[in-house]
T-cell receptor, first 114, second 111 residues
């Protein structure tokens, strides 16, 4: 398996623009997670899905952020409008239900909002 | 999920064993201890997890104290490629699958 795939790997945009980050989880995994990492706040969970349904979005910073999972093999994280403080590395991870199962992380998308 | 405490940084000589401590004094009986690491610019990588018995795999060993209030991750023969931030995480066996990352320990392996 290719692992968790994220695109793009790097994104540079201007303040006010819409940004869409994409994730393809590992086939057969039924959980998908979106994390954000910054120097100031570390690695924080934004939202996660189970069987394509959002379970916990308490980490989503504000209404400018939205996430969808239209099917088991694809998820998006959208920021509209983007702001400089959204600059971070965004990671997607997936796992399969089970007491001790590990999460597999993608390579991340480095977002820079100018 | 219980909170964990780790030293912010550690150094270890290449070839020696690296012992990374973690305190989780409020851990409850239904919570696992997980260890992940993050090599610079990469996504976090799972290392090992345990409930109450010591565990070993090809990457590391996990020693959990009898009272489960602390644990130690052991990299038996550290290499330069083990330089990374190591995260100790406590997570319930049942329920939410999410992980809550703290600040971790920045481990530097010196030649």
């Amino acid at each position: 398996d290719a692992g968790v795939i994220q695109s793009p790997r790097h994104e540079v945009t201007e303040m006010g623009q819409e940004v869409t980050l994409r994730c393809k989880p590992i086939s057969g995994h039924d959980y998908l997670f979106w994390y954000r990492q910054t120097m100031m706040r570390g690695l924080e969970l934004l939202i996660y899905f189970n069987n394509n349904v959002p379970i916990d979005d308490s980490g989503m910073p504000e209404d400018r952020f939205s996430a969808k999972m239209p099917n088991a093999s694809f998820s998006t994280l959208k920021i509209q409008p983007s702001e400089p403080r959204d600059s971070a590395v965004y990671f997607c991870a997936s796992t399969i239900a089970g007491a001790g199962n590990e999460q597999f992380f993608g390579p991340g998308t480095r977002l820079t909002v100018l | 999920d219980a909170k964990t405490t780790q030293p912010p940084s550690m150094d270890c000589a290449e070839g020696r064993a690296a012992n990374l401590p973690c305190n989780h004094s409020t851990i409850s009986g239904n919570e696992y201890v997980y260890w992940y690491r993050q090599i610079h610019s990469q996504g976090p990588q799972y290392i090992i997890h345990g409930l109450k018995n010591n565990e070993t795999n090809e990457m590391a060993s996990l020693i959990i104290t009898e009272d489960r209030k602390s644990s130690t991750l052991i990299l038996p023969h550290a290499t330069l490629r083990d330089t990374a931030v190591y995260y100790c995480i406590v997570r319930a066996i049942q329920g939410a699958q999410k992980l809550v990352f703290g600040q971790g320990t920045r481990l530097t392996i010196n030649p």
